[in-house]
T-cell receptor, first 112, second 110 residues
Framework: DAMVIQNPRYQVTQFGKPVTLSCSQT?????MYWYQQKSSQAPKLLFH???????NEADTPDNFQSRRPNTSFCFLDIRSPGLGDAAMYLC???????????FGDGTRLSIL | GQNIDQPTEMTATEGAIVQINCTYQ??????LFWYQQHAGEAPTFLSY??LDGLEEKGRFSSFLSRSKGYSYLLLKELQMKDSASYLC???????????WGAGTKLIIKP
C-alpha cells in the first residue's frame, strides 16, 4: 500500500513551460519535504513544511515554488524550467524530527 | 562546515559480507540514518543510530561512534538484490532536515 504517492512518475516539459509535480500522503505526517536529486548525487533539499509552516532553503532558486493546501497534499511548481532542472524530484514525509523520512517513488523530470 | 564522506563505489560477492563506511563533520549531531536506493527509485529507510553502538536488523547492522564521527553499515549474506546505492544522512539538531552523503554504489557479483 503506497503511503507517499507522487504523480506522475515521469514528466516531460518544454524549456520555460511551467510544470507542477504533486505529492500526497496517507500517513497524516506533519512534515513534508521536496528534494531534487541528480544522477549519483545526494538528494538536495529544496524546502519543507511543518504543517503549514513553510521553510525554504537559502540556495533554492526562486524558480521553484511550493504549496501545501492541506495535510495530505503538497505541490512543487517550477515556473520556468531550464535544462539544468532535469532531475528526479522526491517527496518525503516524517511524523516528527526523530522519525525516518518516508519517500514517494519520485517524479523524473525531463526538459526538451 | 558540513561534510559527509562515503566511498563512491564498492564491489562484493554474493553470499559475502560488506561494510560501507560513513564519516561526518557537522556542527551538531542528533542521529544518523542509512537508506537504500535502487537505481531510478526512491530511497528506503534501513536504520537509525543516535547512541554509540551497533543496531542489528536481520542481515543489516549499523554502527555509530559519535566521538569519531563515524558510522558503518554492515550487510551479511549478500544477495544480488542488495545491488543498490546506500546513503548515509545526518540530522544536525532537533530540526527536520538531514544532511545527505552522495551514496555508495554497491555492486554484487555472482
Amino acid at each position: 500500500d503506497a503511503m507517499v504517492i507522487q504523480n506522475p512518475r515521469y514528466q516531460v516539459t518544454q524549456f520555460g513551460k511551467p510544470v507542477t509535480l504533486s505529492c500526497s500522503q496517507t500517513l497524516n505526517h506533519n512534515v513534508m519535504y521536496w528534494y531534487q536529486q541528480k544522477s549519483s548525487q545526494a538528494p538536495k533539499l529544496l524546502f519543507h513544511y511543518y504543517d503549514k509552516d513553510f521553510n525554504n532553503e537559502a540556495d533554492t532558486p526562486d524558480n521553484f515554488q511550493s504549496r501545501r493546501p492541506n495535510t495530505s497534499f503538497c505541490f512543487l511548481d517550477i515556473r520556468s524550467p531550464g535544462l539544468g532542472d532535469a532531475a528526479m524530484y522526491l517527496c518525503a514525509t516524517a511524523g516528527n524530527s526523530n522519525q525516518p523520512q518516508h519517500f514517494g517513488d519520485g517524479t523524473r523530470l525531463s526538459i526538451l | 562546515g558540513q561534510n559527509i564522506d562515503q566511498p563512491t563505489e564498492m564491489t562484493a560477492t554474493e553470499g559475502a559480507i560488506v561494510q560501507i563506511n560513513c564519516t561526518y563533520q557537522t556542527s551538531g549531531f542528533n542521529g544518523l540514518f542509512w537508506y537504500q536506493q535502487h537505481a531510478g527509485e526512491a530511497p528506503t529507510f534501513l536504520s537509525y543510530n543516535v547512541l554509540d553502538g551497533l543496531e542489528e536488523k536481520g542481515r543489516f547492522s549499523s554502527f555509530l561512534s559519535r566521538s569519531k564521527g563515524y558510522s558503518y553499515l554492515l550487510l551479511k549474506e549478500l544477495q544480488m538484490k542488495d545491488s543498490a546505492s546506500y546513503l548515509c544522512a545526518v540530522r544536525e539538531d532537533s530540526n527536520y532536515q538531514l544532511i545527505w552523503g552522495a551514496g555508495t554504489k554497491l555492486i554484487i557479483k555472482p
